[in-house]
């Protein structure tokens, strides 16, 4: 159950940065009066999203909100579901991309730049980011990551939002557990799958090669 908990709290922690990273992202574009951004902007400001999207989840593993214990156990499940979050938003932006080449330029808001190397670039670079902070915690630690810890926690706390963000967060949870089931449904059975398909494409040579014969066992036969 403590598991559980814990993914949900961190759906729920995925929800709220997301929604006060998009307030953020609405400024900027209020800024830019409609410019269209480049690329490098574009993934500029996604990498820092998902480097203090780590820094504030390794901060969230801290036991009893301690900032001088670390629990290795939420580390190593949180830097896991991390990854998966991640994976999650590579498909999602691909999906996109692909969508807006074949809707055009006046569905895509100039935001159609896809570069899927970029993306993974940016996604390794928090995950590399995520790993440090075990070594250097200090560095997880600083004014940025923590008014975002102390904002995501008060959102949660609020009667109304934290209730809406407490659903999304469930969802979450849900949509983990699938997606942790059918990785190991696919270890398990794909392989069995993959040695019965490669017993039986034996077993049908070996009878195609029982009923095959050459002209010298017809004539031997007859014999």
């Known amino acids: 159950m403590q598991i559980l908990d814990f993914i949900f709290r961190l759906g729920v922690l995925f929800a709220i940065y997301g929604f006060i990273w998009s307030l953020f992202e609405f400024g900027l574009r209020i800024l830019n009066q409609g410019r269209v951004r480049s690329t490098a902007e574009i993934y500029l400001i996604r990498g820092v999203k998902y480097f203090f999207l780590a820094d504030v989840t390794f901060i969230f593993c801290f036991e009893n909100n301690l900032l001088n214990s670390i629990g290795a156990n939420k580390v190593i499940l949180a830097g896991l ?3 998966i979050y991640f994976i999650g ?9 692909a969508f807006f080449k074949i809707a055009g330029k006046n569905f895509s808001n100039g935001q159609k730049q896809f570069h899927y190397r970029f993306e993974v670039a940016i996604i390794a670079l928090a995950l590399l980011a995520f790993s440090s902070f075990w070594f250097y915690p200090s560095i997880a630690i600083n004014p940025i990551s923590v008014l975002l810890q102390e904002s995501i926690v008060n959102i949660e706390n ?3 939002f934290g209730f809406i963000f407490k659903i999304i967060g469930f969802f979450f949870l849900l949509s983990i557990i699938l997606k942790m089931l059918n990785s190991i449904n696919f ?11 490669m017993s039986n494409d034996s077993n049908s040579q070996n009878i ?5 014969f050459d002209d010298y ?3 031997d036969e007859s014999l």
């Open 158 to 160: 609020t009667p109304i």
């Open 187 to 197: 270890l398990i059975n794909g392989k069995k799958n993959g040695d019965q398909n």
């Open 81 to 83: 579901i991390l990854l």
């Open 208 to 212: 195609e090669s029982d009923n095959h």
């Open 89 to 97: 938003k590579l498909q999602k932006n691909q999906t996109n991309s």
């Open 217 to 219: 066992e017809e004539v």
